[in-house]
């Protein structure tokens, strides 16, 4: 039920720590992975150790907020393999400046750090979907795999910006999986994860000090996670699997935490 033997897998963000175990799940799984990142040498590391000599793959530069980068990827991914089956958006993040501290209190968080925030997270999934859904569209068929956040469920202190985003990326899911199954082809799915805490280069600097140990935040936020430790990247690749495949035909417009019960707990 989870057999992408065939399949091209588009992940954007691809030289992320997150999407390379992602893709390296879906390498096993016999798919053809793409890994798109700002940074090209990023991706061609990422695919490296995604599918080893075992399987195949591409690495591609360019911007999921430039149309122009996405439309010569997509040229290129179709000139080698043919199609687009899966799109993965992972590309995201947070940025120190947009948020808040006992040095940046909210009302002097600046303009264009809130903004980078929110573009690289909503437009840098709804740009992506356009793209590659319009290689789907004329297909009839395919899967887009959006990551939204614990912050899509409730908003966390200190990221008003990210927080903002993840939740437009939910909301944004669910839009185009209702669009593309009226107006498209009722077999182009369209899916979220949120995933819970993992450690990332982004969010290290909000969970753990220089010093290896968790900062008060990463404390609560364990405090408040039953399973009572962050997520490691591998925790997500067979949700992702799931949702990619055959195994979830009938599930459409969901977004599924993989958060370690952190939403399901109220803390008392």
């Known amino acids: 039920m989870t ?3 065939g399949r091209v897998a588009v992940l954007t963000g691809g030289g992320g720590v997150l999407c390379t175990a992602i893709a390296r799940g879906l390498s096993s799984a016999g798919a053809t992975v793409v890994l798109y990142d700002l940074d090209e040498e990023r991706a061609q590391r990422a695919l490296a150790t995604a599918v080893g000599d075992s399987g195949s793959g591409m690495a591609l530069g360019g911007s999921v907020l430039v149309r122009e980068d996405l439309d010569r990827a997509a040229a290129e991914i179709v000139k080698h393999f043919g199609q687009v089956d899966i799109l993965i958006n992972g590309a995201g993040g947070n940025h120190p400046e947009a948020t808040t501290s006992a040095d940046r209190p909210f009302f002097e968080l ?3 750090s809130v903004r980078f925030v929110f573009d690289l997270n909503f437009q840098g999934t709804l740009v992506p979907s356009q793209v590659f859904g319009r290689l789907m569209a004329d297909r009839g068929e395919g899967v887009i795999l959006n990551i ?3 912050n899509a469920f409730r908003p966390l202190t200190r990221i008003p910006a990210y927080s903002a985003a993840k939740a437009a990326v939910a909301n944004f899911t669910q839009w185009l ?3 593309m199954a009226q107006n498209v082809s009722p077999k182009i799915r369209v899916n979220a994860i949120a995933p819970g805490f993992f450690l990332t280069e982004q969010n290290r600097f909000l969970l753990q000090g220089d010093d290896g140990e968790l900062t008060e935040r990463g404390r609560q936020i364990l405090d408040h996670t039953p399973m ?3 997520g490691d990247p591998e925790d997500l690749v067979t949700t992702v699997l799931w949702l ?3 195994g979830s035909e009938f599930v459409h417009g969901i977004v599924v935490p993989v958060d ?3 939403s399901a707990y109220s803390g008392v």
């Open 3 to 5: 057999n992408l033997e």
């Open 260 to 262: 370690g019960g952190f």
């Open 177 to 179: 999986a209702v669009y």
């Open 244 to 246: 990619v495949s055959a």
């Open 110 to 112: 600046p303009d264009e």
């Open 228 to 230: 009572a430790r962050f």
């Open 148 to 150: 939204a956040s614990m």
